[in-house]
């Protein structure tokens, strides 16, 4: 039925007797499918600029192949986050065409990755956050923005931090990932002015309670122009600053 | 001693024996002014592009003056926030030449309302909210971006929200501000494919804890392209908003 | 003893000596059976209308087993919640006359789906919340009513819970089950006028603190008549829309 | 603008050429009255049956006194709860017609204190607890619903509950408000099945935690039938139990 | 070298040159045995009238059962806590002599069951607490007093307690043990004048957070003459309890 | 009404109609006084061996003086805790007869000093602790029990505790007061082996969390039998204590 | 008492009967004196190298005069700490000889503000933080050593850290005083090798929950070499602080 | 390249060119080596006297080999903390020359257990604590500093504690490891004078909260001169206590 009505409505478009602005109108308002046990939005990417996402924690591998066989569809872009290597494998299996992208733990389909300098800049603190961070630039990267991995450069080697800025103070957004103190938020919105998405990771122990340390402290950064997502939302923070930087035009060098 | 530098500087500039961006570069290392009780940054606008910020609360009228005064030294606009009516108008008295915006409880010089469609959008849930949902337009106007106020349009009222749609779903950035359970930034976040940055206020009673329910409920948002910054900190909201809005071309209204 | 004393006022009860009511009365009162390791409540029904539930979690399958079947001599109905499939096959195995409701993690006795127009509505806002909210549905269906089940309605795209508003407004009572940030609670409280319990359940990671985050916004939904029970608590949602919607007439389809 | 649009309708309806429903539904859909500092819902008694309710707390009194006096051109009842008694002043003398309710802090128009026997019960574990419970009581009453206020009936002294149970046992719905541990409402759960909505206080000190300790017995209870509102909500839990009971026939005695 | 000194000590008693009295006080100073991992506290029974407990929980089973067969060379009476059956069942095989009681997942030696009346009460709320409670049980045993184990008297089913009620209320202590909401320790504090302990247990979910909502319940009890302990500690409840009724003279049934 | 039915009980005693521990239960039995605003228990005293307390914070003046008037009329041992100076003034003035306690913050009537050896000894850390020491000691002077008042003997200074060591070990019964850290009660329970209450106080600033640090130390001590009650319950303690000690026959100064 | 136990001791030490070593030692074993409200510890300054500090927070002008003017007859050097310039007043006019540090809050005799290159610096992230960091600071000027202040080097303007670097690193403790988010430790961590004292302060809102943000921060520092005191113990900070350098030879301006 | 710059300038040092104390300097700016996933800090030694150390927690036996292999490179002293024993024995077998200590559950190269007074004492509460408490001596050793370990001296025999005071009031350092209440540290800062460093340990249930209880009372200590680390970090304890006994002379033991 979807289609149906998707058809009829490019025949339309097509012929002229509807306007292309009108008619991106009205597949916005299009109903979703509906599998017995998820309703998938299928109009997603004409919405938001991307693709439907699916969360695999907490899923089975035959739950998310089923979803992404249905996305698949109608999509050529695909992300399935939080899916480890084991119900990768079974997916892979089940569904051809998907790649495994080990360190950020998830499934892409229609992933390159974009050249030229970088549009976002992602940072972590210790090679325990690299999960979270990989996750966030491959986030963004499936909006064909290039992205700078800057990892493990923790402030209690400042010099690394300082070294590492000429690599991210020209990016359009910046994505800061760290557990522990999360002081890395606050250091890097002292260095530069760019638009600073934080992700505290769960990273630490004893009194981290989980990340709740990181979060509560980027939270309070004395750093104007810091916000933050939720613990290891690596997701959450590559969306935002892909969303960010896909509405900035390319900074010039001289900025 | 900082003016004789910058005056130096400034005549090399106008003799071509400095570029004007090597002159850039050298002023954002220049130094900070001392006063005996806060270092205050002088060139932070030139840095950021925004001047520096007074954070009222907590500071007698009298350093608040003090302060003001010398950076009205090097500046022409200013901001200074949490600054409660009867410290205002002790302020006001020892300081000619700013406004006050009670709504806001911000003291300000240079500010004017930016005329044209809006570049940041600014919606609060209820009444209670708007003191800090003010503050966060205060802030983005400081920028010279112009701001939609859409106040107390909370889910209990579903209506409400779906009826301003149109007034912010051009915006470049939204920032939604609300206490209690804080819906608001997930039904937004589900309605438009902007960037939205979510302020938390410490409105409501009991387990709202001050805050922090509404904090958790951003954090934990569905709706993919929310960050949070600390409860009640509206300028954080409006300053990371504006950010993003200024680096952003007007959108299309077709878009 | 017990059944000597219920034996003898059913005599009475036969020869007219003692009223129905008064029989009802006094049974009311009389004393529980008494496993080694339960004291089992066997005239609950009388009392409250409803059997007693058997808490499956922290149970061996043969303790439930026992239970069961100590009940199943004086009960036509029975329940067994948070029973897993590995605990539900040996059970099986050991009590002839149940079935188990994979979704629900439930076993039942003598549970029939009722027909007819939903007298309650369940909804829930993810995939991952649909255990809580099938243990809900199936609570209710235990007293004889029939339930709709709304599945997979976030708020992150709310026109899925404006789609499904015909299916739940006419209900007698509704119960909302959502995890992350709890928001689906306050949005239907804000377009219906029926009695809402809201189940906040332990969907979500960081930041949501097992269910904490959910439980605080549904604690302080903007919008008035929700009332809120444990995380993860459907048995609880549904006892109490039961009970709620058994006392209440079907609406007309005009209200 | 409203009142021109609800004319003509009503003419319309008088006519003939509406019917009472669709009038009733078209209504739902009218605007609100804006304020400059608050939307002002002027259907809400229509769509809900019960009129929009003021929240004190936070406001001036002349804020109280201007939304009371836009919604009586529109209202005969009206209810503002959280007025304390110097503000509570200050708006009798602004708006003519009002009652002051000292115990439950809240004013009113057109309360009528309903005969009969009690729609529902508010219990109540100690004498600190009384404003939250008469809070309650109050509301309820704004239904035209009777109540019985059972006030002081703590487990300390458990011979109080259970001598005050012939008054709450016949009750459409019980509203049981206790702070320091709050068992109350384990103990009422225990005793009667009815729908039991729980308040917990922020009654006691140290760790009572304002409250908390209250709110996580009453969620944790061990009686199932008990939901739980905010802390100190006894309008939430008013407004709950009234709506139950107004769709609740009168119970025979019998029952 | 301890037991030439203690030797040396007994042979002046017996030739009278010291005092009993003065013998029990030399002996109350003491050393402890050095384990390579755990200083043995050998006289510890001789202070305190209770042999040095093994903590087993962390403890391999040949660390307990080498702390074990130190302790024996000095002592009749062992008793070692939060062993579970895997571990006991090395100990046994390592150490013989030594008694394992499944339900309170402990092992002891000298262990009677003592008969008479109850010194102690000991209740518990559900079948889940029961592994705390008969931990709190045998406690009080090992000191020779007799127990009273009232098993699943919850306050969902409040006649349970009332009729158990005369097999507490004569106790020179009570024990009372409760997850969930913990509301039992009020009920049974307002129903004796008794020293009451309470022991919180992690019996429960969601909202009980392990625990802390009995135990806050708990501390906040409106009953006066109740006192707590750690969470699931049931050793402790006991310890006290009994250290309480043996210091206290046997009741007369008229009190 | 009341004193009717207990001068008819009387007589019957006096006339042998009536034995008196059959009196005594029956008056355990008889109904509570009702003011407007508090169920008065008359016969608690004869319940529990010590009157009913009022809790007196939250309470005006006239509240206070209200229900210890009528207490008054069938109690000679009165005790009001938690009323500041300023209230005990006017409390003063409207009811004579009674004792204003400053360091307790408590009125009483029929309070006296008890002589002789202690049989409750009550410790506390710091000078800021004495108001909750004090208000203890009253408690169990109240029911004419001699008290051991130790203050200041924190641990920071060990040798003040072990210099007091022989004013408490012989106390049938020992509460512990302590802030910040809580550390007095493990370290008194170490030294001695009677029943402990300790009390956490909200001395302390900080991460004290207003008395949460020193509870939970209390909880978690590693010297068993030591139970606590609710933070500042200077109250609770001293009654629990009164009560042992009050069971306990004097010990012999040898033991 | 006292002083004729010491003046004999110090007559004994005079004509060389014991040892100066032999009368230290027996100094420290002297009790301490006795007000009605507090034991004042005389000898503690002979034990430890720093006088009896009096924490005037929640005492009375006239107590904290009372305790100095007691602990001044032993005593040249003396501090009272958190006694607030009101307090402070009442205090000066009721003891002579004492100065009062408006920054700091504190009372002293016998301070003088140490010449020469300083043994410890204190630092601090903002304006808000100077009072804590000035206690700090006082506390080590106590025991003789020089103190560089280095205020308002917050890490949003990582330069004013990086430019201070010299006045810091060659101290022999650093105390590092922050609130909002704390990184302030961290990065000092990370620029030099010497002992840090981090002291998390109250400075914040909303999220920094009381300074527990910035609390937890310093706790999960990635820096090694840092350990926290309580949230604004600018005293035990510099206390300890002090301890450290004391014991330190000054560094040679080479290391 | 690295080794390339350092051979360079020793050269340059050797011949005079470059001074030793420049040399120094410009070594401590020379970069970090790059392996895949981590930066390794190669002049860390230089600057801090300490080598890099691996946190082995999370990280793979492959990744640890990798990393230490790294360092051996340009180290003699390496440690490893947070490698459990399955963990250590792959290491071991992929890198030769390196230590296990089971207890302190770290690897190590050129560790010995220097002779002499010991420069820090490691205490700890209990046998469950010794892993931290093991650690941190470990890391203390790793400077080449002889450590008195005195284990399992918790308060709850208090004599334990006083008959080790001897063994570590002449230590230039203290480490007090403790976990439950953590009263330990109070205790031995009420004892001696010396800089105190205390570890809370995970060690406890329920209301210890992983070792919340424990650091709070820590951060809580009335006793002066104690700072605080994470819970469980027995290396962050003994990095510090090494660095401050390093830069203390030793002292004498008349002092």
Redesign the interface.
């Known amino acids: 039925m979807d289609s149906d009505r998707i058809e009829a409505l490019l025949e339309q478009v097509s012929s002229g007797e509807v306007a292309v ?1 009108d008619a991106m109108a009205r597949l916005r ?1 299009l ?2 499918a509906e599998l017995p ?3 998938v ?1 299928l109009h997603r990417e004409l ?4 693709p439907e ?1 699916v969360f695999g ?3 089975t591998p035959v ?1 998310i192949a089923a979803i992404l066989e249905r996305l698949m569809e109608n999509h050529n872009r695909i992300l399935a986050t939080r899916v480890d290597p084991a119900a990768a494998a079974e997916v892979l299996a089940l569904v051809p065409g998907l790649a495994y992208h080990l360190e950020a733990r998830a499934l892409t389909r229609g992933h390159e990755t974009p050249a030229g300098p970088a549009a976002v800049a992602v940072l972590c ?4 956050d ?1 999960p979270v961070a990989a996750e966030a630039a491959l986030t963004v990267e499936m909006r064909g923005l290039a992205v700078a991995r800057i ?10 931090v300082l ?1 590492a800025r000429p690599a991210f103070e020209q990016a ?1 957004a910046i994505v800061v990932v760290a557990g ?4 890395l938020a ?2 890097v ?3 530069v ?3 600073i ?1 934080a992700v ?1 990771t ?32 690596g ?3 590559g ?2 600053a892909g ?2 930087a896909s ?3 390319a ?1 010039q060098s ?1 900025k």
Request: glycine share 16%; hydrophobic share 45%; with cysteine.
């Open positions: 602005k308002e109903p979703y046990f998820a309703r939005d919405r938001t600029g991307f996402v924690q907490g899923k739950q603190a210790g090679t325990a690299i990892w493990d450069v923790g402030v209690a080697g400042l010099h690394r070294d359009r522990m103190e999360g002081a606050s250091v919105g002292g260095l002015d760019r638009p998405i505290p769960s990273v630490g122990y004893g009194a981290s309670f989980g990340g709740l340390a990181a979060l509560l402290a980027m939270l309070n950064s004395c750093a104007a122009g810091v916000a933050v997502v939720n613990i290891d939302n997701f959450g923070a969306y935002l969303r960010i509405q900035t035009p900074l001289g």
